[in-house]
C-alpha cells in the first residue's frame, strides 16, 4: 500500500476515533530526537481482540500488554483533558538512543508534564535516559510518571 493510501486510511480512523496520531515532542535546543509520528489505537479493548491478546496469552507473554498500557493511559489521559476547560497538547517523545517517554502533555502555555506507563516499578535506569534528555521544566511545572 502506498503512502497516500495509508494516510487517506490513518486521517479516517482519526476521523472515527480508532487512532491518535502523536506527534514528537521537541524544542529548538534538542538535536537528538526522532521526529517520527507515532500511532495509537484507542480501544484497547478492540486491539486486544484484533491481536487476538487473551488473559491467559498475556499471561504467558507480558510484552505485548506494554502497547495495551500505553495506548490506554492515553486513551483515559486524552478524555479527562476533553472535559477540562483547558487546552492539551499530546505528543511523544524519543531520542536517537530510543529513551523513550510515552506521552508529554503541554498547556496552553507551554508547560509540560511526561508519562511513561510500566509494567512494573520503574528503576532509576529504565527512566533516566529519557528524563534526562527532556530539558529542564520550570519550578511550577509538574513532573510525573508511572
Known amino acids: 500500500m502506498n503512502h497516500v493510501t495509508t494516510q487517506k486510511y490513518v486521517d479516517i480512523f482519526e476521523k472515527l476515533f480508532l487512532i491518535r496520531t502523536l506527534e514528537p515532542w521537541y524544542t529548538n535546543e534538542l538535536k537528538r530526537l526522532v521526529k517520527t509520528p507515532k500511532l495509537h489505537f484507542l480501544d484497547s479493548g478492540l486491539l486486544a481482540a484484533m491481536r487476538n491478546l487473551s488473559p491467559a496469552r498475556l499471561q504467558a507473554n507480558r510484552t505485548p500488554f506494554g502497547s495495551l498500557l500505553e495506548t490506554f493511559v492515553l486513551s483515559e489521559l486524552l478524555k479527562l483533558a476533553s472535559w477540562s476547560g483547558e487546552q492539551f497538547e499530546f505528543f ?3 531520542d536517537r538512543y530510543d529513551n523513550e517517554v510515552d506521552i508529554v502533555i503541554e498547556d496552553q502555555d507551554g508547560q509540560w508534564s511526561a508519562s511513561r506507563s510500566r509494567l512494573r516499578p520503574p528503576s532509576e535506569v529504565m527512566i533516566s535516559p529519557a ?8 519550578a511550577n511545572d509538574s513532573y510525573w510518571g508511572s
Open 131 to 138: 528524563y534526562a534528555s527532556l530539558p529542564k521544566p520550570a
Open 92 to 94: 511523544h517523545f524519543r
